[in-house]
């Protein structure tokens, strides 16, 4: 008997392909820095049972219009706001994530970006790999404090948390902002809450850790870094959608506020010639917030065991949409 097409969008960790390969016929890309052009995902989709994917991957409409057997997307991440999540239920297809996992994972890479921003870190490193370092000077690369100074946290979900866990250990006083209070955090950390005006106008460093979708959706815009300090910090390791980039590059530009730190772009990968890369107070990564060795293979196995449960028409273990089970 033929098994079953599983896509798999991107070469993933072997534990994880070794679960998915008793069940199914899989068809990969294998192509490590390049995305799965959406023209081939569309043609590999039209036989598929099940699609492994990736934020960097667009399941929209058509795709799923498109896969007539699809029972199943599970993707290697906790967002999903890349699947239409809408046309997958309207389907009765099921699509599953990976929530929790990365949390801490994540929080560090946000503290060590807010640090390496803060103490100008990507700065110092190219100074002395380009020979300028001559001497010691009073006043050479120096930045700003972070022991004692107030983190403005937006999005106080596990990740935002997390963050402010680590500030506590920094002694910093926490700010946050949120779709609600969180008595029990402000309880055991000291933080607190208040408006998103407050939040900007009083934060050293502000932190944005908000989902992505319509809601948030150019959440920090003109307005937004007008009210910030002019020595304030912005750090984004969440959804580059929720900035509004020209915006964030005239406040740097112009100084409104002092530096910023970012994992994620509204376009990714992004562009060379992106306005925010030619500025020096600017420190970007790659989109790596789950980056670690192990987080990352936990988050393969835990997608690879929701396509499994969908291809043996068993709940998902990390649903995003239970209502297809209740038809």
Known sequence: MNQPKVVVTRRIPLQAMEL???HATIFLWDKEEEPIPQNVLLQEARD???IYTNVADKIDREIIEAAPQLKVVSTMAVGYDNIDIAAAT???IAVGHTPGVLTETTADLTFALLMATARRVAEGHDFVKAGKWAS??????TGQDIYGATIGIIGLGRIGE???RRAAGFGMNILYYNRNPRPEVEAELGARYVELEALLRQSDYVVLLAPGGGGTYRLMGAREFGLMK?????????RGTNVDETALYDALKNGSI??????VFDVEPVPLHHPLLSLPNVTVLPHIGS???ATRTRMAVMAAQNLVAGLMDEVLPHVVNPQVYEK
């Open 20 to 22: 998915i390969r008793p």
């Open 48 to 50: 598929a049972v099940a």
């Open 90 to 92: 309207a389907r009765g």
């Open 136 to 141: 010691w000077a009073p006043m050479l690369l």
């Open 162 to 164: 997390a963050v402010a």
């Open 230 to 238: 002019p020595n304030a910090i912005f750090i984004n390791t969440s």
């Open 258 to 263: 002092w530096a910023a730190g970012l994992d």
């Open 291 to 293: 980056a670690s060795i």
